[in-house]
């Protein structure tokens, strides 16, 4: 490449690409406009329903009542809008972070940016475990391999060559074409490609396919509300129809009972419990992305508060990712390794051919600290070969954890081989004899139990370059290998980590640490880190036990070591097996199909794969085990408030069904008209979708065990509760009513006393239901003012002004009704709290 293709496009030539080609998506997201929403809001049944109400007022002659009931629609569209584009811009704020990202050269700088941003010409940037973000030809290449099943229908991954720049795209399909493709995976190797295509230009775009995320099935709280929707549906349907006919045969005036229907049927429909549900799972990913968590799943917040068993990788999640060499041991010699200290002669060649075991440019933490090592102390010297090519790899594998560079050497040309990987496994490639394997193995040992992570090093020699397409052996046991030495490497753990085990353990969660490491470097991490470490199970024991053995170990080790990302899989299912909710934290493209079995798979943001990332549930944008274990304490609140909004809502509609129906079964005039359910709406609108959405968690909320994953929403006495509450409400409404009724007091007084009573009993079930469960007093909720504010204002305006109270049909003193309000909405409380148990 010339220098203007290494550096890549400018900003200039970026913008003008993107005016001519658009974004480099094939589905261009289509936002819901305020229009909308708006004609979607009015389609609600609730709505119909006050259109029908305002057309039978109009028949009765009763304009007042129907552009009153206009008054309602117009603010009642106003805050479900308001909310609708809420939860709207909240989405769409998640969807650009969970947008497959593409790293790019552009102004000289490597740059991460969204692949939607990707234009033709852009230099990618391409590695293992990448979703290529759009049609390129291959600059260069190194073991590059790449899964292309989801255009050509072949399951096995096509090698990839390096081509020219200006060659025409082909189509995929087969071995060694220079192009990689939109939408494939990239499952070895690395490579630069220069864009030929983008968008509804590339490949995938020209077949049609989408590659937007697809959601398999329903979740449980998805499945539970919809069953109680249903069922109360059906309720409020014979319930309206029954009134209905027993008004129009009773009193023989049909639009009446029609209006009577109507208000029974506002009263009746659960319509706020499936949007509670979005809503709270909505903002509840918002709230989660606050604490570096993000949510591509919005089902995995319901199942946080279930889980049992975290599972978590050890590199980068536990610990800082940041290694550094601290142990070299060469020639039966051992030197601790101080910052800014020259490197002695005999460790010189362990250094070298450590870092011609790893990449050029690495992205692996162990590699970086042998490349800063090496600049450091061997800079200027024969021991670094920047001038070298790789001409052949063998990659690390389960059966062989070790990693080897075949280089083309110089001075007499010649080929090195450089090798390293898990000391047992290096030893084992250099056929130690056995006493001398015997001691490097101890040696070995006793720095993985000062928590080191060890690498061994090989050096081998092969002839000398003869035909172009000389071969190579096999594998890397067929190379004459020798020993160079060991290397000791210390990843210090994250500062906050202990606090964060154990708060899980506080909460009745297993943490289990999964790692590549040697058994001894584990074991000492996990007593650092206050985990049981008794017991290890290692890679090699784990593949050699039945399942039903494998189940039966599980329930007492916590720690696992030389695991292979493949035998993660088998974990998760046999936790799961167990009957333990499982999280599972993972980085590479072998950890996809367990990440997609565990209930909530979770990705690492820095350093995790596009794959990794689409398999999971959540990614943790900073790769930290503290933001998984606040995830899970947010996603208990969030269920917990949950369940108290959908509580209210249900015991909150009890006395307006009672009272719908009460005065026609008694033979009286209606006392609740659409009006006045529709004011009562706008309590238990925000009150469910912005008061409880925003309470505090409980105090005790890490301190108590995870709730069953078969939990019932409703389950238990819970159910039970909040119809008693709800029925406590009705009956002090109901004796209001009776009472005014034998007092003789006109109609318009008993509906103005009733309907202030409702309303306290509204407000009262808000403190029940948030007392419901706590500990203590409740926390400070800024949003409790508003609504108590609102409602008082709104009702001392309607009780207090004469046109608003001749409106509503209300008359009678305003201080004695209010304080029958007061007095119901105290008599409310204080039973519905000992319903909960709670004082």
Same mark, same amino acid.
């Given at each position: 490449?010339?220098?203007?293709? /290494?550096?890549?496009?400018?900003?200039?030539?970026?913008?003008?690409?993107?005016?001519?080609?658009?974004?480099?998506?094939?589905?261009?997201?289509?936002?819901?406009?305020?229009?909308?929403?708006?004609?979607?809001?009015?389609?609600?049944?609730?709505?119909?329903?006050? !259109?029908?109400?305002?057309?039978?007022?109009?028949?009765?002659?009763?304009?007042?009542?129907?552009?009153?009931?206009?008054?309602?629609?117009?603010?009642?569209?106003?805050?479900?809008?308001?909310?609708?584009?809420?939860?709207?811009?909240?989405? /769409?704020?998640?969807?650009?972070?969970?947008?497959?990202?593409?790293?790019?050269?552009?102004?000289?700088?490597?740059?991460?940016?969204?692949?939607?941003?990707?234009?033709?010409?852009?230099?990618?940037?391409?590695?293992?475990?990448?979703?290529?973000?759009?049609?390129?030809?291959?600059?260069?290449?190194?073991?590059?391999?790449?899964?292309?099943?989801?255009?050509?229908?072949?399951?096995?991954?096509?090698?990839?060559?390096?081509?020219?720049?200006?060659?025409?795209?082909?189509?995929?399909?087969?071995?060694?074409?220079?192009?990689?493709?939109?939408?494939?995976?990239?499952?070895?190797?690395?490579?630069?490609?220069?864009?030929?295509?983008?968008?509804?230009?590339?490949?995938?775009? %020209?077949?049609?396919?989408?590659?937007?995320?697809?959601?398999?099935?329903?979740?449980?709280?998805?499945?539970?509300?919809?069953?109680?929707?249903?069922?109360?549906?059906?309720?409020?349907?014979?319930?309206?129809?029954?009134?209905?006919?027993?008004?129009?045969?009773?009193?023989?005036?049909?639009?009446?009972?029609?209006?009577?229907?109507?208000?029974?049927?506002?009263?009746?429909?659960?319509?706020?419990?499936?949007?509670?549900?979005?809503?709270?799972?909505?903002?509840?990913?918002?709230?989660?992305?606050?604490?570096?968590?993000?949510?591509?799943?919005?089902?995995?917040? /319901?199942?946080?508060?279930?889980?049992?068993?975290?599972?978590?990788?050890?590199?980068?999640?536990?610990?800082?990712?940041?290694?550094?060499?601290?142990?070299?041991?060469?020639?039966?010699?051992?030197?601790?390794?101080?910052?800014?200290?020259?490197?002695?002669?005999?460790?010189?060649?362990?250094?070298?051919?450590?870092?011609?075991?790893?990449?050029?440019?690495?992205?692996?933490?162990?590699?970086?600290?042998?490349?800063?090592?090496?600049?450091?102390?061997?800079?200027?010297?024969?021991?670094?070969?920047?001038?070298?090519?790789?001409?052949?790899?063998?990659?690390?594998?389960?059966?062989?954890?070790?990693?080897?560079?075949?280089?083309?050497?110089?001075?007499?040309?010649?080929?090195?081989?450089?090798? %390293?990987?898990?000391?047992?496994?290096?030893?084992?490639?250099?056929?130690?004899?056995?006493?001398?394997?015997?001691?490097?193995?101890?040696?070995?040992?006793?720095?993985?139990?000062?928590?080191?992570?060890?690498?061994?090093?090989?050096?081998?020699?092969?002839?000398?370059?003869?035909?172009?397409?000389?071969?190579?052996?096999?594998?890397?046991?067929?190379?004459?290998?020798?020993?160079?030495?060991?290397?000791?490497?210390?990843?210090?753990?994250?500062?906050?980590? %202990?606090?964060?085990?154990?708060?899980?353990?506080?909460?009745?969660?297993?943490?289990?640490?999964?790692?590549?490491?040697?058994?001894?470097?584990?074991?000492?991490?996990?007593?650092?880190?206050?985990?049981?470490?008794? /017991?290890?199970?290692?890679?090699?024991?784990?593949?050699?036990?039945?399942?039903?053995?494998?189940?039966?170990?599980?329930?007492?080790?916590?720690?696992?070591?030389?695991?292979?990302?493949?035998?993660?899989?088998?974990?998760?299912?046999?936790?799961?097996?167990?009957?333990?909710?499982?999280?599972?934290?993972?980085?590479?493209?072998?950890?996809?199909?367990?990440?997609?079995?565990?209930? !909530?798979?979770?990705?690492?943001?820095?350093?995790?794969?596009?794959?990794?990332?689409?398999?999971?549930?959540?990614?943790?944008?900073?790769?930290?085990?503290?933001?998984?274990?606040?995830?899970?304490?947010?996603?208990?609140?969030?269920?917990?408030?949950?369940?108290?909004?959908?509580?209210?809502?249900?015991?909150?509609?009890?006395? !307006?069904?009672?009272?719908?129906?009460?005065?026609?079964?008694?033979?009286?005039?209606?006392?609740?008209?659409?009006?006045?359910?529709?004011?009562?709406?706008? !309590?238990?609108?925000?009150?469910?979708?912005?008061?409880?959405?925003?309470?505090?968690?409980?105090?005790?909320?890490?301190?108590?065990?995870?709730?069953?994953?078969?939990?019932?929403?409703?389950?238990?006495?819970?159910?039970?509760?909040?119809?008693?509450?709800?029925?406590?409400?009705?009956?002090?409404?109901?004796?209001?009513?009776?009472?005014?009724?034998?007092?003789?007091?006109?109609?318009?007084?008993?509906?103005?006393?009733?309907?202030?009573?409702?309303?306290?009993?509204?407000?009262?079930?808000?403190?029940?239901?948030?007392?419901?469960?706590?500990?203590?007093?409740?926390?400070?909720?800024?949003?409790?003012?508003?609504?108590?504010?609102?409602?008082?204002?709104?009702?001392?305006?309607?009780?207090?002004?004469?046109?608003?109270?001749?409106?509503?049909?209300?008359?009678?003193?305003?201080?004695?009704?209010?304080?029958?309000?007061?007095?119901?909405?105290?008599?409310?409380?204080?039973?519905?709290?000992?319903?909960?148990?709670?004082?």
């Amino acid at each position: 490449m010339n220098t203007q293709d /290494e550096s890549g496009l400018s900003a200039e030539e970026v913008k003008q690409r993107q005016a001519e080609d658009g974004y480099n998506e094939l589905t261009p997201p289509h936002p819901r406009h305020l229009y909308h929403i708006a004609a979607e809001v009015l389609r609600e049944p609730m709505f119909l329903l006050l !259109i029908a109400a305002g057309g039978i007022y109009l028949l009765l002659g009763e304009v007042s009542d129907a552009l009153m009931l206009l008054g309602f629609v117009v603010i009642i569209i106003t805050m479900t809008v308001f909310q609708a584009q809420k939860s709207e811009r909240v989405l /769409e704020a998640l969807r650009d972070l969970s947008s497959p990202r593409a790293l790019v050269m552009r102004d000289g700088r490597v740059q991460r940016i969204a692949g939607r941003e990707v234009v033709t010409g852009d230099l990618l940037l391409l590695t293992e475990g990448d979703r290529v973000a759009a049609d390129a030809v291959l600059l260069g290449c190194c073991d590059l391999q790449a899964d292309e099943s989801m255009l050509t229908g072949e399951s096995m991954p096509v090698c990839k060559r390096a081509g020219e720049a200006g060659s025409a795209l082909a189509e995929p399909g087969g071995d060694d074409l220079p192009f990689v493709y939109a939408g494939t995976v990239l499952v070895q190797g690395s490579g630069t490609g220069r864009v030929i295509a983008t968008g509804i230009h590339s490949a995938i775009g %020209k077949i049609g396919r989408s590659l937007e995320d697809t959601q398999a099935g329903t979740s449980p709280l998805r499945i539970q509300t919809g069953r109680l929707v249903r069922r109360l549906a059906i309720i409020a349907i014979a319930l309206c129809i029954a009134l209905v006919l027993i008004y129009g045969y009773t009193r023989g005036h049909w639009l009446n009972a029609l209006l009577a229907g109507i208000s029974l049927a506002m009263s009746t429909l659960p319509e706020e419990l499936p949007v509670i549900l979005s809503i709270f799972m909505s903002l509840g990913a918002w709230r989660i992305s606050q604490h570096g968590v993000l949510t591509r799943r919005l089902d995995a917040i /319901e199942t946080l508060g279930a889980a049992t068993v975290l599972c978590t990788d050890k590199t980068g999640t536990l610990t800082e990712n940041k290694m550094t060499i601290r142990r070299l041991y060469s020639a039966d010699r051992m030197l601790d390794v101080r910052d800014n200290a020259a490197l002695p002669e005999p460790w010189h060649e362990l250094v070298e051919y450590g870092i011609l075991a790893s990449e050029r440019d690495p992205f692996d933490p162990m590699e970086r600290a042998l490349h800063e090592l090496g600049n450091r102390t061997l800079g200027g010297s024969e021991h670094l070969h920047n001038e070298w090519e790789i001409v052949h790899e063998y990659s690390l594998s389960p059966e062989m954890p070790t990693m080897s560079h075949v280089w083309q050497a110089d001075n007499p040309p010649h080929h090195l081989v450089a090798a %390293k990987g898990a000391p047992e496994a290096i030893i084992d490639l250099c056929h130690l004899p056995e006493d001398l394997a015997k001691n490097i193995g101890q040696i070995a040992d006793k720095m993985a139990d000062e928590g080191l992570r060890v690498l061994g090093v090989a050096r081998a020699r092969l002839p000398p370059a003869g035909e172009p397409e000389q071969h190579w052996p096999d594998c890397q046991h067929d190379i004459e290998f020798s020993f160079v030495g060991l290397l000791g490497l210390q990843d210090p753990l994250r500062p906050d980590v %202990k606090e964060a085990i154990a708060q899980c353990h506080e909460a009745g969660i297993r943490v289990v640490m999964i790692t590549g490491d040697h058994a001894r470097t584990a074991q000492a991490i996990a007593r650092e880190l206050g985990l049981p470490a008794k /017991e290890v199970l290692t890679g090699r024991e784990l593949a050699e036990l039945s399942d039903e053995a494998l189940r039966a170990r599980l329930r007492e080790v916590q720690v696992f070591a030389r695991i292979a990302p493949q035998q993660k899989l088998r974990l998760v299912e046999s936790f799961k097996a167990n009957g333990e909710v499982v999280a599972m934290t993972g980085d590479g493209v072998n950890d996809a199909p367990a990440l997609k079995a565990a209930h !909530i798979g979770v990705a690492m943001g820095r350093r995790g794969t596009d794959v990794a990332r689409e398999a999971a549930s959540l990614v943790l944008l900073e790769d930290d085990f503290s933001s998984l274990v606040t995830t899970v304490r947010l996603g208990r609140r969030i269920y917990d408030n949950l369940r108290r909004a959908m509580s209210y809502a249900l015991a909150a509609h009890l006395p !307006i069904v009672g009272m719908a129906m009460l005065p026609v079964l008694l033979g009286n005039p209606l006392m609740l008209l659409p009006a006045h359910i529709m004011f009562l709406e706008l !309590i238990i609108g925000p009150a469910c979708s912005i008061f409880f959405e925003s309470e505090p968690e409980e105090s005790d909320i890490m301190q108590r065990p995870p709730r069953a994953a078969n939990e019932a929403l409703f389950g238990g006495g819970r159910l039970i509760a909040c119809l008693l509450q709800g029925g406590v409400a009705f009956l002090v409404c109901a004796a209001i009513y009776l009472v005014s009724l034998l007092l003789g007091n006109d109609e318009n007084t008993i509906r103005a006393l009733v309907f202030t009573a409702m309303v306290g009993g509204n407000i009262a079930l808000v403190f029940a239901n948030r007392a419901a469960s706590r500990q203590g007093m409740p926390a400070q909720n800024p949003v409790l003012r508003w609504i108590l504010l609102g409602t008082g204002t709104g009702l001392v305006v309607v009780l207090g002004t004469p046109a608003l109270s001749e409106v509503f049909h209300f008359s009678g003193n305003l201080l004695f009704i209010l304080g029958t309000g007061i007095l119901a909405a105290l008599s409310t409380w204080l039973t519905a709290v000992r319903i909960t148990g709670k004082k």
